[in-house]
């Protein structure tokens, strides 16, 4: 049973342009949640998903961000016009209840 | 704001030693806690949980104590081995759907 799969492990991106982040939960975790983690700093919750279904997007700011969890694929989390400000570790976590999360390598995304 | 906090950026202790990782939190409605362990350019893997009704939960090495009266739950880790060096942070929730992570503890095991 495969992890939690992240892609790109890396990404660059200029002033202005879209990022796209995919993740792939573990085979029959049906949760998703989508954390950020700037330079020194912790965890911060961004949005929570289930299948087709935005849960909580509390954490999520209100422009620019989107996450979506189709019936078929991956989570995409989503950034357009990205600033330098987005530069982060992008997280992405999935479970089977709504304890226990599991979390993949993340995408580190650079704004030049 | 921050609901979960971790105090102490780092902590170094000698091999075979105990660690003591400490966490407070702000919410008196949180009602489950967990541990994870970050090595660099890695997600945070699970490490230990506990529940709102335990006060104290133990897998191997690893011990989650639990004090809700003083919103605080620590981590001890005995005997700490060079290999547990990492970051380490706790997270708490509320009925398990937004978690709140601290910002972290790197432990550093110097053999």
């Known amino acids: 049973n495969a992890g939690v799969m992240q892609n790109p492990r890396h990404l660059v991106r200029r002033r202005g342009q879209e990022a796209r982040l995919r993740c792939s939960p573990m085979k029959g975790h049906s949760h998703v949640y989508w954390y950020r983690q700037l330079p020194e700093e912790g965890l911060k919750f961004m949005v929570y998903l289930q299948k087709e279904n935005i849960i909580d997007e509390s954490g999520m700011p209100k422009e620019r961000f989107s996450a979506e969890f189709p019936k078929e694929g991956p989570s995409i989390l989503r950034i357009q016009q990205v600033v330098r400000g987005d530069s982060a570790a992008y997280f992405c976590?999935?479970?089977?209840?709504?304890?226990?999360?599991?979390f993949g390598p993340g995408t580190r995304l650079t704004v030049l | 704001d921050q609901q979960v906090k971790q105090n102490s950026p780092s902590l170094s202790v000698q091999e075979g030693r105990i660690s003591i990782l400490n966490c407070d939190y702000t919410?008196?409605?949180?009602?489950?806690f967990l541990w994870y362990k970050k090595y660099p350019a890695e997600g945070p893997t699970f490490l230990i949980s506990i529940s709102s009704i335990k006060d104290k939960n133990e897998d191997g090495r690893f011990t989650v104590f639990l004090n809700k009266s003083a919103k605080h739950l620590s981590l001890h880790i005995v005997p700490s081995q060079p290999g547990d060096s990492a970051v380490y942070f706790c997270?708490?929730?509320?009925?398990?759907?937004?978690?709140?992570f601290g910002t972290g503890t790197s432990l550093t095991v110097i053999p």
């Open positions: 919410n008196s409605m949180f009602d489950y």
């Open positions: 976590a999935s479970s089977v209840t709504t304890n226990e999360q599991f």
């Open positions: 997270a708490a929730s509320e009925g398990g759907n937004q978690f709140y």
